[in-house]
């Protein structure tokens, strides 16, 4: 019996027309050289594979040549130029520092002429242009800061003018740039009248320094953006899939920019710039400005820490005219930083928990040794799960009719804190400190007898 004829399905108009998951797109690639095409047409590896081909020409080097001086494959190079493999965001930047032409021309990305903020934000982070849509997403930014600086001219307000710029040469080492962050942020908690406190809310303090803070969804590797354009005035861009802490830690880096840097700047803060000078000086100065030193200090004081373990004390006894000297030890292991101790300084200051070891190592509150056991990722992980459990500082139980008592200080933090600590020190038993989780499990719901007893005994 005959066969039923079919006409033979042109299997990249179909991929053209769906929407393709990931794995149906590596399906057709395996299977037909139509989806090729159709995908590097879809993903825009075609017009990126022929500029990077046509600038490769343009400059004279062949495929081998450019792949020695990118410390890439050949295969690569041409696979890349014929469209059969993506592009990521470090290659593309290697691509358009070789060719001397900006990533986005590469891409053959569509940007107006009259839109240099968004040209310059994608030549700096090429990763941004991988994100779908991302134009529309910073056109959203500059729209809003245009569309502010309009009503304020049309209700005659004063032009916004921003914090002030501290004017500072460039850093020419380590060293320069962390000095000049640190006296920066000094200056404007001292300008600010912020004191030695942890900082207000970020995004209200900036916006009243006229740097309104955005968030957006931005490449992993991308903490945040600073603009400062003459067309739209000042702003902080921070990404949105990041947790709360990082994106304040971002908002003060952005901030330090404001501060530091002229009107025309444009900066993109990623993992691979932050070794820069300015970069540098930026998160010295987000540090110094979220951890102040004397209120740090204060706060390690304030848990029993910080002290010698031997303090000599002098006195002059006027009959024999000599100096007469007493001694006083702390009790063992009293003077230890441990997970716990900086778990509590970075939730009172609203920062991330390996900026706080950072910061302590930098004041000289410990040693390098003592950083060590801190950073290791049992420490970290221990400590991110006491600030899921205890929740941020800022929050406070709101109190009702009903309601016998309310604590609207933070107790039951200073409860779990001391808690721990005084089994550490051998002060407590297990039955008092399952005795005290009883308390504690009423008002911290994710808190449980043996898991406090666990991180109790992690601390010692």
């Known amino acids: 019996m005959p066969r039923d004829k079919h006409a033979t399905p042109n299997h990249g108009d179909d991929l053209a027309n769906l929407e393709t998951s990931p794995s149906v797109i590596a399906k057709w690639r395996r299977l037909t050289p139509d989806a090729r095409n159709v995908l590097a047409r879809m993903t825009g590896r075609e017009p990126l594979a022929t500029n990077l081909r046509k600038a490769r020409e343009n400059h004279g080097l062949s495929q081998d040549a450019v792949a020695k001086k990118l410390r890439l494959s050949r295969s690569l190079i041409a696979q890349i130029e014929l469209a059969n493999r993506p592009v990521t965001a470090d290659e593309l930047a290697k ?6 032409t900006p990533p986005v021309e590469l891409t053959g990305t569509g940007v107006g002429a009259d839109d240099p903020v968004t040209a310059t934000l994608l030549n700096l982070a090429p990763a941004l242009l991988k994100e779908f849509d991302i134009q529309s997403r910073i056109h959203g930014v500059l729209g809003a800061l245009m569309g502010t600086s309009e009503l304020e001219r049309l209700l005659e307000r004063p032009t916004r003018t921003g914090p002030p710029t501290y004017p500072l040469p460039s850093p020419r080492m380590l060293v320069d740039a962390i000095r000049q962050g640190e006296e920066i942020a000094e200056h404007e908690r001292q300008r600010l009248g912020l004191r030695d406190a942890p900082l207000p809310e970020l995004p209200d303090l900036c916006a009243a320094q006229g740097v309104p803070v955005f968030a957006l969804k931005l490449p992993d590797e991308l903490s945040g953006l600073f603009i400062a354009h003459a067309s739209v005035g000042l702003a902080i861009v921070v990404n949105v899939t990041h947790d709360v802490i990082r994106q304040r830690l971002a908002i003060a880096h952005g901030y330090a920019h404001a501060v530091c840097e002229p009107m025309g700047t444009i900066r993109v803060c990623t993992s691979a710039n932050a070794k820069e000078l300015i970069e540098r000086r930026a998160a010295a100065c987000a540090a110094a400005f979220l951890l102040p030193a004397p209120g740090v200090a204060e706060a390690v004081r304030r848990l029993g820490k910080g002290q010698p373990s031997r303090q000599e004390y002098w006195a002059f006894d006027a009959p024999t005219e000599q100096s007469v000297r ?22 009172r200051f609203g920062a991330t928990y390996k900026l706080t070891v950072s910061r302590l190592l930098a004041l000289g509150l410990i040693s390098e040794p003592d950083s060590k056991p801190l950073l290791r990722p049992k420490s970290v992980e221990l400590a991110r799960e006491c600030l899921t459990i205890l929740g941020p500082a800022s929050a406070r139980d709101s109190p009702s009719a009903s309601s016998t008592v309310v604590a609207l200080s933070d107790l039951r933090a200073e409860q779990f804190y001391m808690a721990i600590e005084a089994y550490r020190r051998g002060l407590m038993t297990k039955a008092d400190l399952a005795t005290e989780a009883v308390s504690l499990s009423l008002q911290l719901p994710g808190l449980s007898g043996s898991r406090l007893l666990e991180l109790a005994e992690a601390a010692r």
């Open 326 to 347: 007493a001694e006083e030890r702390s009790t063992p292991g009293s003077q230890t930083m441990t997970y716990v101790d900086v778990m509590w300084i970075a939730r």
């Open 95 to 100: 691509f358009a520092d070789l060719y001397g």
